[in-house]
DNA sequence: TTCTGATGTTGACACCGCTCACATACCCGC
DNA sequence: GCGGGTATGTGAGCGGTGTCAACATCAGAA
């Protein structure tokens, strides 16, 4: 029980695996995840992630349900007013998750029940914040949107113009 | 000079390769699009197309220049009413150009100065016809953040949904 | 006509996701 | 305590990718 003497079994290599993928991911954004990579830094072969994961994508959609857990419990709790804010710098702070929740991934989450669960969790406060469905669907559309326009660089993401646009005047 | 005898020289080659990558882009989306299948479309070895482009990236650059012209052309005449609609159709018809155009190559597009050039051209449209700078931004967030919503399954891309979210009461 | 630059080819390298056969270590029933 | 079954990790290898360097071919100007 000394210190790393890097036994044959990890211990929990799953949550190291995700922890890697979490790295790369915040370093590179989406496409700099690679499997091997994340053995790597792991410490492990290449191939031991499919002890624990049926297959890349299988990888992402874990962490992007864990990334939806949390992202719901710190936007569970607010007042509507700081709900857009704070999405949209969730976002602009961590774009290599935003893009993993909310990308061509979550399309596919049928495939992965922990990620529609999470994602489900996660965005009903979105609709229970507001007045109706239809403005939440509203005010969601252009938070989301400006997000990824910012991310993209189409907009400059700077704070005062997030402050001015979702405080419209009156 | 009977048919298509396949010459060692192409012809049009850099036109070609555009043209079997916007077949690709439209099919299997943003990574359907590999250098190597380009190539093999156009009948020609897999490194010719670093004869047109220095890389990847500068064949998918010139691909979305190209789009956006076409996007700004179609968009520029309408009334303002219609340009929501139409933006989201767009995205919706075709998943693949919208996430080439405005997905992360665009915060490169400094290094692809004809992108650059023809996503302004495309997005001037849009400022032009709203009331004020700021209406316009959250027009086009709310929009494109739909568009993305809807792509990416969090949304159901219903016409029916689309017009009620873009024709609010009043 | 010659030769020079543009265009296309061949072969190779490193990396990737993934599969299969094999090695190792833990745990449960005896 | 011991053996065996199972979970976990390893290694070699396949087909795919982007990219580079060296070479082949052709068109057009001198």
Wanted: no cysteine; glycine share 10%; hydrophobic share 50%.
């Amino acid at each position: 029980m000394s210190t790393s003497e890097k036994p044959y079994h990890h211990g929990d290599l799953r949550a190291a695996l995700l922890d890697a993928a979490d790295t790369l991911l915040d370093q590179g954004g989406d496409g700099a995840v690679s499997l091997r990579e994340v053995a790597r830094m792991a410490g492990v072969s290449p191939t031991a992630a499919y002890r624990h994961f049926a297959d890349k994508e299988a990888l992402l959609a874990a962490l992007a349900a864990r990334h939806f857990a949390q992202f719901g419990a710190a936007l569970g709790g607010r007042p509507l007013a700081e709900m857009g804010p704070a999405y949209l710098r969730f976002a602009l702070a961590r774009p290599g998750r935003f893009r993993l929740m909310f990308g061509p991934l979550l399309q596919r989450s049928r495939q992965h029940p922990a990620l529609a669960q999470a994602s489900d969790a996660a965005l009903a406060g979105l609709y229970a914040a507001a007045p109706s469905p239809d403005a939440a669907l509203r005010a969601w559309g252009m938070v989301h949107g400006l997000a990824h326009l910012m991310l993209d660089g189409a907009l400059p993401a700077e704070e005062e113009l997030i402050t001015r646009l979702l405080n419209p005047p009156g």
